[in-house]
C-alpha cells in the first residue's frame, strides 16, 4: 500500500502490485488529485492500443522541468499503448504568482483614447475598467522558484500523479481481466472444433477409396479394378490430405496460449505471434482436408481465431 499526504488526511492507494492481475488491457482512465501546500494539482490518464509504448505528457509550461520525472514513473506501470497524461495545476497561494502592470502599455492606451476622444469631440475620460480590459496592459506572471517551493510542488503533483497511476492499473487490470476470460473462452471453443476435426479426419481417406471406387466403376463400367492401382491412388491422396502435424502443432499452441496469458510480464507481443501462428495451421488444414465436413470446422475456428486476434491487439 501506497500513502500519500493531502490536505485533509491521508489517502490510502492500493497500487496493485503482487495481486492475483496479471493481465493488462491497454485502454484505461485514472484521475488523481492532490491538494497540498495551498496547491492543487489534477492528474488525468488515459490510452489507447498501439503497436510502442508512446507516452505524450501535456504540462504547464512552468512545469517542463518535472517531465523526465514523470516519465520514470510511468515507464514503471505502462510498457506498451498510447498514453496521454493531462496535468492541471491550481495555486490558493499569493507567493507563487504576481500581477504585472505595464505601464508604457497602458499610457499609450489613454493617450491614444484621449486623441480619439478630441478627434470625435468625446470629453469623456477613459475609464480604469476600460484601460484594465485591453491586452497585456495586466498580466500574472509566476514568482520565481525557490528550492523550497519547487520541491513542495513536485511533491503535490507527485502523489497526484501516483493516484493516477494506481486507478489506471486498476481500470486496465479489470478490462485484462475480461479479455483473458473471453480468450480462454473462445480458446475452448477453438479446441472443441479441432477434437473435432481430428476425429473427423480419419474418415477421409476411407471415403475417397469408396468415392474413386464408384467413379472408376461407373465410368469404365467394370466390376475388376485394379486393386494395386487403387491402394495407390488412395495413399497419395491420404499423404496429401494428412493433417496430423498442423493438428499437432494447433493444440500445441492453444495449450501455450494458456500459459502465456497467466505470465506476469506483458504478453500482447507473444500472443500476437501465437495467433499468427494459429491462423497459418487452421488455414494449412483447411487447404489439405478436402473434405466438407473439415472445411466448415476450419471456417469456425478461423472465425473464432480472428475473433482472439482482434482481443490480443489491446492486450499489452
Known sequence: MLSFPVLFGMIEIDTLRGCDILIQSMTGYGKGECTLYNRKFTVEIKSVNHRYN???????????????????????????????????????????????????????????????????????????????????????????????????????????????????????SREGEALKADILKKCEGIQALVAGISERAPLVAAEYRDKLIARVSEALGETNIDEARLILEVTIFTDRACIDEELTRLASHLSQMTVILNESNPIGRKLDFLVQEMNREINTIGSKSNDITITRLVVDAKSEIEKIREQVQNIE
Not at 519547487?150 to 503535490?156: L, P, T
Open 54 to 172: 508512446d507516452v505524450n505528457i501535456k504540462l504547464p509550461r512552468v512545469m517542463n522541468a518535472y517531465e523526465d520525472k514523470m516519465r520514470a514513473i510511468l515507464s514503471q506501470n505502462v510498457s506498451r499503448g498510447k498514453t496521454d497524461v493531462y496535468v492541471n495545476y491550481e495555486t490558493f497561494s499569493q507567493s507563487d504568482v504576481k500581477v504585472a502592470l505595464n505601464e508604457s502599455l497602458a499610457s499609450a492606451y489613454f493617450d491614444k483614447l484621449n486623441e480619439l476622444g478630441k478627434l470625435y469631440g468625446l470629453c469623456e475620460t477613459p475609464s480604469l475598467t476600460l484601460l484594465a480590459r485591453f491586452p497585456d496592459v495586466l498580466s500574472v506572471e509566476r514568482n520565481a522558484e525557490s528550492d523550497e517551493a519547487a520541491a513542495e510542488m513536485w511533491e503535490a503533483l507527485e502523489s497526484a500523479l501516483h493516484i493516477a497511476v494506481a486507478n489506471f492499473s486498476a481500470m486496465r
